[in-house]
Nanobody, 127 residues
């Protein structure tokens, strides 16, 4: 059974930093691309960042580029994302997702391209 578990969410003040981690079990992450999505209340799910496998090429949405960094470690079944200079508009539930290579022909930020999802972790940015 494949499971993705996110951790590291919480509340932070504007300008602060947080890290979120995705632990994967039941499958080898080596063959999957890993992404973070987020969904704010009343909004659609948005692709935030993605890192490929085996080459660690990364993708970011314009809204987080330069502030968020996604990473993975070879040999570990986990990935993480470091978030800096957080803004109130970053408030959302953050989900980890993994995808076979090619995302079934969808863009990396399209949720339809992902095979497995975590349950999410809440991040709230407020003073």
């Amino acid at each position: 059974q494949v499971q993705l578990v996110e951790s590291g969410g919480g509340q932070v003040q504007p300008g602060g930093s947080l890290s979120v981690t995705c632990e994967v079990s039941g499958i080898s992450l080596e063959y999957y691309n890993v992404a973070w999505f987020r969904q704010a209340a009343g909004e659609e799910r948005e692709g935030v960042a993605c890192i490929e496998s085996p080459n660690p090429y990364t993708y970011y949405s314009n809204s987080v580029k330069g502030r968020f960094t996604i990473n993975r470690a070879k040999g570990l079944n986990s990935a993480w994302m470091e978030m800096t200079n957080l803004k109130p508009e970053d408030t959302a539930v953050y989900y980890c997702a993994i995808a076979s290579k090619g995302w079934y022909g969808n863009p990396w930020y399209d949720p339809r391209g992902y095979d497995y999802w975590g349950r999410g972790t809440q991040i709230t940015v407020s003073a």
